[in-house]
């Protein structure tokens, strides 16, 4: 008897210690996960923000050759300036993302985090052939931890973009507040996802753009909308997809209304 007892005992100390161990690792996933998307977002970064860079040679240069220009000078230093500004605030976006370890859920301003979210991004997605279109009221707050709002948001936006590549469509982004809840749409034109593929989206590892040679650059990991949905379940929330192969998709998340 006394065996069996300690035995049971050994048991439920294994048990959770393994349920700690699940516990930390999933905390991992979540961190690496909002890497990958940062790693995924430089791929355009990169190229954009020297966009920003390069021309700060040609005013400095132009600003030089002509001191006795006043004119000429101030216009680029001016230049110069708001270019500097702008790869300030996306290199800030970034590490503030990066670094967002806080769990502390505060009201935010939804129009606010999406327009930080482009703004990391560093990308005109007209140069893709694609519309932006953004439908959210400028009073509009969510209850919840900004920096892991913004990831789920980035991820369903870099997936938009992958699925209009390399024709263009358009990507709408549009939220609204009911009795007790805000409702977020994140719909695109693009390729759609098949059927069979619709059940198993949220689930990790499931990917469907294994190909390496994609439009976007990159494959999938297949943890990304199992990261999204992991963070709106935190947020006691949920997140569905309406997907027709051909149509586009129309994935939903709806936040309740905090304090």
Known sequence: MTSIIE????????????????????????????????????????????????????????ALQNPEDKLLVEKALRKTVRNCERATKVMESMLAMANGQTNEKENTQLISLVEDVFTCLCRDFAKDGITVEIQIPEGLTVWAVPVQIQQVLMNLILNARDAMLPRGGILTIKAAENADSVCIEVRDTGSGVEP??????????????????????????????AFCKRIIDAHNGCISVESKPGEGSTFQITLPVGE
């Open 7 to 62: 035995k049971r005992v050994c048991l439920h100390r294994k048990l959770a210690n393994q349920q700690e161990q699940n516990s930390a690792l999933k905390a991992d996933v979540i961190q690496l996960q909002a890497l990958a998307n940062l790693g995924t977002a430089s791929y355009m970064i990169a190229h954009e923000i020297n966009n920003l860079l390069t021309p700060l040679a040609s005013y400095a240069d132009l």
């Open 196 to 225: 069979a593929n619709l059940e198993n989206i949220f689930k990790s590892f499931f990917t469907t753009k294994a190909d390496e040679n994609s439009p976007s650059g990159y494959s999938g990991s297949g943890l990304g909308l």
